[in-house]
T-cell receptor
Framework: AQTVTQSQPEMSVQEAETVTLSCTYD???????LFWYKQPPSRQMILVIR??????QNATENRFSVNFQKAAKSFSLKISDSQLGDAAMYFC???????????FGTGTRLTIIP | DTAVSQTPKYLVTQMGNDKSIKCEQN?????MYWYKQDSKKFLKIMFS???????INETVPNRFSPKSPDKAHLNLHINSLELGDSAVYFC??????????????FGPGTRLTVT
């Protein structure tokens, strides 16, 4: 069974600084997706960034980028120029081709210090 | 335009009651899901339907019964509610994996409180 591990229950960062959230996963599949979802206090789940396992290039979305290390099964999220609106729970998630369910990590609560 | 909607957003009920949560998506997706988020924020898949057919049932008690009248709707009925059912329930939808734009779109969640 696939597992997703987020080892940092809480992180904090000064506004405008950079922070990296860690995620590791375990799978025997070769074709899969990895995601970072953000859940602000409104509890809405918002997709931050997606990575397809077959792509070697790391995904980027504006201030958000990932470091995808397939051999190490590591998928970290870097947030640059942190803003107050980035404060939220961040969930790493996995899904493989042919099995539609998302397997989530336990989440990292990110606090932005003004 | 609301992509995935759920009703109600809040539900407070007593133990032993039966309740339903409704979900609708207007994205034209074939697959819909129910996830449960517990008090520690852990999210876990409960069910998945593809084109009205159940494809994932993750060891959920029989008291939970999903129903999909059409591919745009997936409702969750819960019988004989227990204290441990208190959680936030999320509906989601997607196309099948295999595209560069695959993602699951989540509804706003329904916070169920059983007293």
């Amino acid at each position: 069974a696939q597992t997703v591990t987020q080892s940092q229950p809480e992180m904090s960062v000064q506004e405008a600084e950079t922070v990296t959230l860690s995620c590791t996963y375990d799978t025997s599949e070769s074709d899969y997706y990895l995601f970072w979802y953000k859940q602000p206090p409104s509890r809405q789940m918002i997709l931050v960034i997606r990575q397809e396992a077959y792509k070697q290039q790391n995904a980027t979305e504006n201030r958000f980028s990932v470091n995808f290390q397939k051999a190490a099964k590591s998928f970290s999220l870097k947030i640059s120029d942190s803003q107050l609106g980035d404060a939220a729970m961040y969930f790493c998630a996995y899904a493989h081709f042919g099995n539609e369910k998302l397997t989530f990590g336990t989440g990292t609560r990110l606090t932005i210090i003004p | 335009d609301t992509a995935v909607s759920q009703t109600p957003k809040y539900l407070v009920t007593q133990m032993g009651n039966d309740k339903s949560i409704k979900c609708e998506q207007n994205l034209g997706h074939d697959t819909m899901y129910w996830y449960k988020q517990d008090s520690k924020k852990f999210l876990k898949i409960m069910f998945s339907y593809n084109n009205k057919e159940l494809i994932i049932n993750e060891t959920v008690p029989n008291r939970f019964s999903p129903k999909s009248p059409d591919k745009a709707h997936l409702n969750l009925h819960i019988n004989s509610l227990e204290l441990g059912d208190s959680a936030v329930y999320f509906c989601a939808s997607s196309q099948l994996p295999g595209t560069d734009t695959y993602e699951q779109y989540f509804g706003p969640g329904t916070r169920l409180t059983v007293t």
